[in-house]
Protein backbone atom coordinates (compact mmCIF):
# COMPACT_ATOMS: atom_id res chain seq x y z
CA UNK A 1 0.00 0.00 0.00
CA UNK A 2 1.22 3.28 -0.90
CA UNK A 3 1.98 6.62 0.92
CA UNK A 4 -1.67 8.49 -0.89
CA UNK A 5 -3.81 5.30 0.50
CA UNK A 6 -1.98 5.71 3.75
CA UNK A 7 -2.64 9.30 4.46
CA UNK A 8 -6.12 8.25 2.97
CA UNK A 9 -6.69 6.11 5.94
CA UNK A 10 -5.26 8.38 8.45
CA UNK A 11 -7.45 11.19 7.32
CA UNK A 12 -11.00 8.35 7.67
CA UNK A 13 -9.87 8.17 10.89
CA UNK A 14 -10.23 12.03 11.23
CA UNK A 15 -13.60 12.15 9.65
CA UNK A 16 -14.79 9.57 12.12
CA UNK A 17 -13.90 12.05 15.23
CA UNK A 18 -14.96 15.24 13.49
CA UNK A 19 -18.11 13.53 13.39
CA UNK A 20 -18.06 11.96 16.98
CA UNK A 21 -17.53 15.74 17.65
CA UNK A 22 -20.26 16.49 15.74
CA UNK A 23 -22.37 14.12 17.76
CA UNK A 24 -21.10 14.79 20.83
CA UNK A 25 -22.01 18.62 20.14
CA UNK A 26 -25.64 17.60 19.86
CA UNK A 27 -25.37 17.28 24.55
CA UNK A 28 -25.81 21.07 24.81
CA UNK A 29 -28.13 23.96 23.37
CA UNK A 30 -25.37 25.95 22.47
CA UNK A 31 -23.08 23.43 20.16
CA UNK A 32 -26.43 21.38 18.74
CA UNK A 33 -26.50 23.67 15.50
CA UNK A 34 -24.55 21.07 13.11
CA UNK A 35 -26.29 18.01 14.45
CA UNK A 36 -29.30 19.43 14.29
CA UNK A 37 -29.00 20.41 10.53
CA UNK A 38 -28.29 16.80 10.12
CA UNK A 39 -30.67 15.06 11.45
CA UNK A 40 -33.00 17.56 9.78
CA UNK A 41 -31.79 16.39 6.72
CA UNK A 42 -31.88 12.43 8.03
CA UNK A 43 -35.25 13.04 9.33
CA UNK A 44 -37.45 13.77 6.44
CA UNK A 45 -40.72 15.63 6.85
CA UNK A 46 -41.16 14.28 10.35
CA UNK A 47 -40.77 17.25 13.42
CA UNK A 48 -37.16 17.06 14.63
CA UNK A 49 -37.41 17.20 18.88
CA UNK A 50 -33.85 17.32 20.44
CA UNK A 51 -34.92 16.79 24.55
CA UNK A 52 -32.74 15.52 27.70
CA UNK A 53 -32.67 11.92 26.31
CA UNK A 54 -31.53 12.97 22.79
CA UNK A 55 -28.68 15.22 24.15
CA UNK A 56 -28.19 12.20 26.30
CA UNK A 57 -28.13 9.66 23.43
CA UNK A 58 -26.13 12.30 21.37
CA UNK A 59 -23.33 12.57 23.78
CA UNK A 60 -22.76 8.80 24.26
CA UNK A 61 -22.86 8.00 20.58
CA UNK A 62 -20.22 11.02 20.18
CA UNK A 63 -18.36 9.83 22.70
CA UNK A 64 -18.17 6.86 21.18
CA UNK A 65 -17.58 7.63 17.61
CA UNK A 66 -14.23 9.58 18.94
CA UNK A 67 -12.95 6.69 20.46
CA UNK A 68 -13.97 4.21 17.70
CA UNK A 69 -11.64 6.55 15.55
CA UNK A 70 -9.05 6.52 18.02
CA UNK A 71 -9.16 2.84 18.16
CA UNK A 72 -9.06 2.80 14.29
CA UNK A 73 -6.28 4.35 14.15
CA UNK A 74 -3.88 2.32 16.59
CA UNK A 75 -5.20 -1.03 14.86
CA UNK A 76 -4.14 0.56 11.27
CA UNK A 77 -1.13 1.54 12.57
CA UNK A 78 -0.37 -1.29 14.29
CA UNK A 79 -1.59 -3.58 10.95
CA UNK A 80 0.69 -1.12 9.05
CA UNK A 81 3.99 -1.72 11.67
CA UNK A 82 3.67 -5.55 11.31
CA UNK A 83 3.69 -5.85 7.83
CA UNK A 84 2.66 -8.53 6.14
CA UNK A 85 1.69 -10.38 9.35
CA UNK A 86 -0.93 -7.71 9.99
CA UNK A 87 -3.34 -9.07 7.97
CA UNK A 88 -5.48 -10.76 10.26
CA UNK A 89 -5.84 -6.84 11.73
CA UNK A 90 -6.79 -5.50 8.10
CA UNK A 91 -9.55 -8.28 8.23
CA UNK A 92 -10.53 -7.38 11.42
CA UNK A 93 -10.57 -3.82 10.76
CA UNK A 94 -12.71 -4.58 7.61
CA UNK A 95 -15.29 -7.11 9.57
CA UNK A 96 -15.98 -4.31 12.61
CA UNK A 97 -16.63 -1.51 9.81
CA UNK A 98 -18.90 -4.08 7.83
CA UNK A 99 -20.87 -5.30 11.36
CA UNK A 100 -21.29 -1.74 11.97
CA UNK A 101 -22.25 -0.97 8.37
CA UNK A 102 -25.12 -3.87 8.37
CA UNK A 103 -26.79 -2.82 11.24
CA UNK A 104 -26.26 0.65 11.81
CA UNK A 105 -27.89 0.23 7.88
CA UNK A 106 -30.67 -1.91 8.82
CA UNK A 107 -31.78 -0.11 11.97
CA UNK A 108 -31.56 3.70 9.98
CA UNK A 109 -33.98 2.03 7.65
CA UNK A 110 -36.08 0.19 10.17
CA UNK A 111 -36.29 3.68 11.59
CA UNK A 112 -37.45 5.90 9.30
CA UNK A 113 -33.98 7.28 8.43
CA UNK A 114 -32.96 5.88 4.82
CA UNK A 115 -31.10 8.65 4.13
CA UNK A 116 -28.46 7.39 6.29
CA UNK A 117 -27.36 4.83 4.00
CA UNK A 118 -25.96 7.23 1.66
CA UNK A 119 -23.46 8.65 4.07
CA UNK A 120 -22.85 4.72 5.79
CA UNK A 121 -21.92 3.44 1.82
CA UNK A 122 -19.51 6.22 1.71
CA UNK A 123 -18.06 5.41 4.69
CA UNK A 124 -17.64 2.04 4.80
CA UNK A 125 -16.38 2.39 0.69
CA UNK A 126 -13.87 4.75 1.97
CA UNK A 127 -12.35 2.21 3.99
CA UNK A 128 -12.67 -1.22 1.09
CA UNK A 129 -10.97 1.19 -1.74
CA UNK A 130 -7.53 1.60 0.18
CA UNK A 131 -7.82 -2.05 1.86
CA UNK A 132 -8.03 -3.04 -2.14
CA UNK A 133 -6.34 -1.11 -3.34
CA UNK A 134 -3.10 -1.77 -1.10
CA UNK A 135 -3.60 -5.48 -0.95
CA UNK A 136 -3.57 -5.84 2.33
CA UNK A 137 -6.66 -8.35 2.43
CA UNK A 138 -5.11 -10.84 0.58
CA UNK A 139 -3.03 -13.88 2.94
CA UNK A 140 -0.74 -14.73 0.83
CA UNK A 141 0.28 -11.27 -0.39
CA UNK A 142 -0.53 -8.69 2.79
CA UNK A 143 1.50 -5.98 2.79
CA UNK A 144 2.77 -3.24 5.42
CA UNK A 145 1.90 0.04 4.50
CA UNK A 146 5.50 1.77 3.59
Same mark, same amino acid.
Given at each position: ????? &????NG?? #?V???F? @??? #??? %?A?AT?G?? &? =??L??????E??? @?????R?A??V???????W?????? *???A #?? &???P???? @???????? #??V??V @?D?AL?MA????L?L??????? %??L?AP? =? =???V????? *?????
Amino acid at each position: MNGFW &RTWLNGWC #AVVALFG @ILL #AGG %AAEATSGPV &R =ALLDLLNGPELLV @IDGPMRFALAVLGAVTIGWSLTLYA *AIDA #AR &RLGPAGGP @IWRMILAS #ALVWFV @IDSALSMATGFSLNLIPNTLFV %AGLIAPL =A =AGGVLRPST *AQALP
